[in-house]
């Protein structure tokens, strides 16, 4: 018996060297190699033969994808992938994995800010479109493997090492053209205040148009059907039970909590804003911020943080070289305020600090007043807005959106924009910096403000828009789906106050029989004396009894 044993022991050492040895060979004869294109992917067509026709099938790999290699040439190689033998420019394989990261230099697709660290910090330098910059290190670390994308770059600029994101860059100069003409309208209005050519310049050569794929976080799935309602943090930590009960008494599912709000005030004591000013609140710690959010994600609502960004006069008395000023150094004051400027990169910075704090917190971060004041062209001489890169304000807008995306985005939560109902309309960007096609490229959602008694009589050709509210936001959503690609990022805020329970009611009807999923409803600071009276046309009117399209995980 002991010897049978013996003799099954060797046996099994025996095969086991056998199929090692193989094993050995094998690599040495068809080692593994990487893909290593000078972009994030390699296309490869195969052709095959089906039905007597040769047709071509596409493989697309990603770079960092493993192959074996079959056969090395000077100029192509023949590489094993998936069982199929595909042939691939020698140029584009690497030897080890840490290699296939390497590249000489990178050129800057759309004017980006180079970092000091990966942690969001801006440096004072911008890397202007087409400049091509030294690569000094990339890691293997900071490769998607489901895209290809080297998230971050080191690279050199006059001397001095710098960061930046592997999404602004392309592999060669060519590229950085490939998205110059993009299929936009482009209103010549603003041309007649600047200048000829203003209106180019500003919404198609400056801005950046290369298609984004949406993202979707395992443990906070993307929501195509957000029906929320704004409250100020005050109003929803004093009575949190009233606003739970909406979730049976209506078909909201989401709410918008006010953060920072347009008079700078940060409604929470923010480790992140203290680092930036001294607000003197004195509110909810950040840990009853996390419980209260919490307690309403546990109920299954979709939280979103609003945090205004630039009508913010305290970071504008706090930083006045920051702010918009009058030419002699004065704060101005437009719409009873003073404003941060959107050039400044402080208060780029001082944002993206409060939004990337809420992101851990919140399902998504809004941002509302993103943008400049109004009235700004008539003032043309009068002010500084200490636009230290020449940028135009749709420019400033859609990158500050990206910056503030790109923080949102590394805490697992989403970014949507809110917007003037105008520069959908008007499609140009009603000299606010809004210009909504930039914005959807830049932002997970877009929400317009189409409020019916914001609307002169005639608009949109509907006689008396503020007591026909229906059949504007019907108007409105409907010159929306010309503009929005996505279906999805479109969710306009519908007008809750200084109206009835049916006319919320006929906008909710209007939007969702247009063919839209989503909307929020603005009640003012969502007092219960105001939202109670309009309770019952809070909800849905298109196949209401539908499941959910999606789920809220996210906890904080």
Known sequence: MKKKRRMLILLFLFLSFILLAAGILATQVYPTVYIAPAGNTLEVQVPTLENGEIREDTYTLVRGTGVRLKKRGPRMSQVEYEGKTLEVPTASL?????????????FVRTRTELRETKDGTLSQVAAEKGEELEVVSASVQDLDPETGMVNWYEVVRDGKTYWIPGQYVEPDAESVHAWDEPN????????????????????????????????????????????????TLEQLAADPGYYLSLKDRTDLNALVVELKNEGGLVEYESPAAAKWVDSGYSGLSLDQLKQLVKRFQ??????????????????????????????????????????????????????????????????????DYTRFPEGLAQLQGLTELHNTYDESKASAIQHFTQYVRDRVHEHNAYLSVDVFAQVLTAMDDQDLGQYVPGLCIAADYVSPMPYPDHFASGSLGVEYPATQQGEMLKRYSQIAQSVYADDTQYRPWLQGYANTAQDVQDQIRAVEETGFDSWLIWCSNGDVDIVEPRVEGMKTTVNPAAPQKGQTDKTG
């Open 298 to 367: 546990d109920a299954g609502f979709y939280m979103i943080g609003r945090v205004s960004a630039f009508k913010d006069p305290v970071f504008a008395a706090a930083y006045p070289e920051e702010a918009i000023q009058t030419t002699d150094g004065q704060l101005l004051e437009i719409a009873q305020s003073t404003w941060a400027s959107p050039y400044s990169r402080k208060a780029w910075e001082y944002n993206g600090d409060i939004c990337a704090e809420a992101a851990d917190i919140f399902n998504e971060v809004q941002l």
């Open 94 to 106: 690497a030897d080890d994995y840490a290699d296939c990261v390497k590249v000489p230099s990178v």
């Open 184 to 231: 936009v309208a482009v209103s010549e209005y603003w041309n007649a205040a600047y200048g000829e050519g203003y209106s180019t310049d500003a919404f198609v050569t400056q801005e950046d148009w290369k298609p984004v794929q949406p993202v979707d976080f395992a443990d906070n799935p993307r929501k195509e059907d957000v029906r929320g309602l704004h409250v």
